[in-house]
């Protein structure tokens, strides 16, 4: 006959609820094992825990631990995943900040089913049906938490606080920046010796190759539903049109050029969906002068007098570089 329903047979009196479900943390059968397991390492700190639900409850579990992502009428939603719990008992006794929500669940390492039940008719459990099929009654997720490059939380509600924050200020993004050098030929009369026999002569343009200190910027989208190419392609060789702050140096508008945009492909760790880490590649100007300040516009260049000075196509008086909005590259309402 048809199985009943668990809960009248297996009854459990959870506390703890994950996404709607009741569970508790599993310790064995003479609650001495499993439970939960801590390491405190260079790469931060890690935890494993074996928690117990019901069986029909498992995948709703699983997207409360490992937290979610869609993609619904143009814009991305996610629902964060579990974060560790910290309690008063996980602070350092000097009052050492300990952050929230920087090690959760990224991954679940085993799933065991416990009380298994056989359907002698198979109608309850398989579709269409399969007598002698079953099912289990509850479920042992054992759930890894580790703490990634990346937020899922802004740390501080400051805007522009950047300590133990990402460089863009942005969460589910790990950044990186670099300084690399461009060699660029400045034009005849922009530069000239300053003593000596040619004084006040000019550096022939084949002579006087410069180095242009230039940032380069890696900002990684991380767990994508999509490739966002509608709104990146258009904004390939464009400058901001908007200043960004990224690690504390303001970029005023045109100083930055969205270089490239790389997507790795990989597996959602809830749905088994195709999801992207996708790297936004951005170059920045250094400052324009001795003495430091903003860096400097994409559309200066150095003309024979030794100024930076703007320029323009000379038919239709366009920047060389266009103006795009590059804030639009990490919004959620992306296609």
Not at 6 to 35: A, E, R
Not at 60 to 82: C, K, M, N, Q, S
Request: contains cysteine; proline residues 8%; negative net charge.
């Amino acid at each position: 006959m048809p199985l009943n329903d668990p809960t009248s047979d297996f009854p459990k009196s959870w506390l703890l609820n994950i996404n709607g479900v009741q569970c508790g943390v599993y310790l064995g059968p003479d609650g001495t094992s499993g439970g939960i397991t801590q390491t405190v390492g260079e790469q931060g700190r890690t935890a494993t825990v074996v928690f117990q639900c019901y069986w029909e409850d498992l995948n709703d579990l699983i997207a409360g631990l490992v937290g979610t992502v869609d993609y619904i009428g143009g814009t991305i939603t996610r629902t964060e995943p579990f974060g560790f719990p910290l309690t008063t008992a996980d602070q350092a006794n000097d009052g050492s900040k300990v952050f929230p929500n920087r090690t959760f669940c990224t991954s679940i390492s085993s799933i065991v089913g416990t009380k298994w039940q056989t359907d002698s008719e198979g109608s309850t459990v398989a579709d269409p049906p399969l007598p002698g099929w079953g099912r289990y009654i509850f479920a042992l997720v054992t759930a890894e938490f580790t703490t990634p490059t990346y937020l899922v939380q802004d740390l501080n509600p400051n805007p522009s606080s950047f300590e133990f924050n990402d460089i863009v200020l942005q969460t589910y993004t790990t950044s990186k920046l670099r300084v690399s050098g461009e060699v660029f030929a400045p034009p005849t009369g922009s530069f000239q010796f300053s003593g000596g026999t040619y004084s006040g002569s000019p550096l022939l343009d084949v002579g006087a190759s410069q180095i242009r200190t230039r940032f380069e910027v890696s900002v990684t989208r991380m767990r994508m539903p999509l490739v966002p190419m509608q709104t990146a392609g258009p904004l390939l060789g464009s400058v901001n049109q908007d200043p960004l702050l990224i690690a504390g140096q303001n970029f005023p508008a045109e100083t930055l050029l969205f270089n490239g945009i790389n997507p790795e492909p990989r597996c959602d760790p809830y749905n088994g969906g195709i999801i992207w880490d996708v790297e936004l590649q951005f170059l920045g100007n250094a400052p324009s002068s001795s003495s430091g300040g903003d860096p400097l516009s994409w559309n200066y260049f150095l003309d024979p007098g030794g100024n930076w000075t703007k320029v323009e196509t000379s038919n239709t008086h366009d920047p060389v570089f266009r103006l795009g909005d590059l804030n639009s590259l990490f919004s959620n309402t992306i296609n």
